[in-house]
């Protein structure tokens, strides 16, 4: 196993750790064990500390009285007193500061012999911790090879911890993985190990599939429902809790307290009930290329994010945010054209913005790669940009990528189905009155994909 193996190459110096833990406590501070130099200069400066405190609480006790304003402050690591009024003192002393709002800061002259030690202690202190951390310094030198592939050990084991509470906290699925050149072979081409091996006897059908995606999310979009539901729960948690309270204290809100809740009760129904809608993605072996149409707000943009951020997630081990079985592609890379790229620097505008982008992928992808469009041929007259639009999709399914997805509002790409026999049937359900991303694949309906 990976991690087994990155255990066993971990070099850990336990005369080096032993070390360390005898200087420097758990707060990341130079213990007082750690020279006898140091612990002498820190006793040194306890003792200076606390006969400075016994002469200002003499000197403070000499001034009481029902008038007095008089309190002791630290003023650069030396102790004063500051006196809010402009009555004199009784004790002589160094005007450091005055302020009629402020009051004025006097350093008494009982007071300037023991901080003037006390501050000589303290450089000591500093001197000593400085020599102590030096010489763990040059130990640490010694074993600095070994320290350094621990850190990035840990680093590593941090990040996988990671990436497995993520998964398990938003109920992820384990991916079957495969090279793309490998559709539909046998269980030794998946990528995937273990679990994969044994789902995929369970689900033949999987194997029909280029991409199978079925009931996916956008990771963000569940991010922010599940805090939305979270946050809701608390309040109700907090708001009861309160009334709980104000009964065993005797203070009757009357209806509000309790008015207050049931909205707040209402609110965690309504988003348990309002729960993200999932995408489907299905796509078949033979299909290169697939055109996402609908109206705006449907969620066509979100879609083709969460085929990205799930291509993405599956390369870096994470779990993909759908439902059993998933089946993805090990891309060798991931493009995307989403956004305006408008650029006043370099003088391009919307449309010549995406031309540049969409060549730059056209250039880099291989028939390997995922390649996303959104609004394909935007930006232009809308017979110019359908034309382009066409002659790019029939580009990246000629001789482009391994799957391409667009979205687009060109009524002529729509319209490919009945214009080439290789395209295939599906049709795109929206919700016009959500704002809310409700994006579905239904097959057997009209057009948006195309196969070679």
Not at 56 to 73: I, P, R, V, Y
Not at 287 to 309: A, D, E, Q, R, W
Not at 340 to 353: A, I, K, N, R
Request: charged share 25%; with cysteine; net charge negative.
């Amino acid at each position: 196993m990976p991690l087994t193996q990155m255990l066993l190459d971990a070099v850990v110096s336990r005369s080096f750790v032993k070390t360390a833990q005898l200087m420097i406590d758990e707060d990341g501070s130079v213990k007082d064990s750690a020279s006898s130099e140091l612990r002498r200069s820190r006793d040194q400066v306890r003792v200076l500390e606390q006969k400075l405190y016994q002469l200002m609480d003499k000197l403070l006790g000499q001034e009481k009285n029902e008038t007095s304003t008089l309190e002791m402050c630290i003023v650069n690591g030396r102790c004063c007193i500051k006196v809010m009024t402009d009555r004199s003192t009784i004790f002589d002393g160094l005007l450091l500061s005055s302020g009629s709002r402020a009051g004025s800061i006097l350093e008494p002259i009982a007071a300037v012999p023991l901080n003037d030690e006390l501050q000589r202690a303290r450089a000591l202190v500093i001197k000593a911790e400085e020599e102590v951390l030096s010489k763990l310094a040059d130990k640490m030198l010694a074993e600095i090879d070994d320290i350094q592939n621990l850190l990035q050990i840990i680093i590593r084991l941090d990040v996988i911890t990671a990436r497995a509470k993520y998964s398990l906290a938003y109920d992820g699925t384990f991916p079957d993985i495969y090279m793309p050149n490998h559709i539909g072979g046998e269980p030794s081409d998946s990528l995937s190990q273990g679990a994969t091996t044994s789902s995929a006897s369970s689900h033949p059908s999987r194997r029909n599939w280029k991409l199978y995606m079925p009931k996916s999310y956008h990771p963000l979009l569940l991010k922010r429902h599940l805090e939305d539901l979270h946050n809701a729960k608390k309040d109700v948690v907090d708001a009861t809790a309160e009334i709980r309270r104000n009964l065993l204290g005797k203070h009757i809100e009357g209806n509000d307290g309790d008015a207050r809740l049931a909205s707040m009760k209402l609110r965690v129904s309504e988003l348990e009930k309002n729960y993200p809608v999932p995408v489907d993605l299905m796509i078949t072996e033979n299909t290169n290329v697939l055109v996402i149409t609908g109206p705006n707000t449907g969620g066509k943009t979100i879609s083709l994010k969460t085929v990205g951020l799930a291509s993405l997630m599956t390369k870096t081990g994470l779990y993909v945010l759908a439902s059993e079985p998933v089946k993805i592609p090990w891309f060798d890379g991931i493009y995307a054209d989403i956004g305006d790229e408008q650029s006043l620097t370099q003088s391009l505008s919307t449309f010549s913005g995406h031309l540049r982008q969409i060549g730059a992928i056209r250039s880099q992808s291989t028939h390997k790669s995922l390649v996303l469009l959104d609004e394909v041929g935007a930006g232009t007259n809308p017979l110019e940009g359908a034309a382009l639009g066409m002659s790019i999709l029939e580009s990246f399914a000629e001789t482009g990528s391994f799957l391409t997805i667009a979205t687009t509002h060109h009524g002529e790409l729509k319209m490919l189905k009945y214009r080439n026999d290789a395209f295939e049937n599906a049709c795109v359900e929206f919700d016009e009155l959500s704002l809310k991303p409700t994006y579905k694949i239904l097959w057997g309906v009209p057009v948006v994909s195309c196969r070679l």
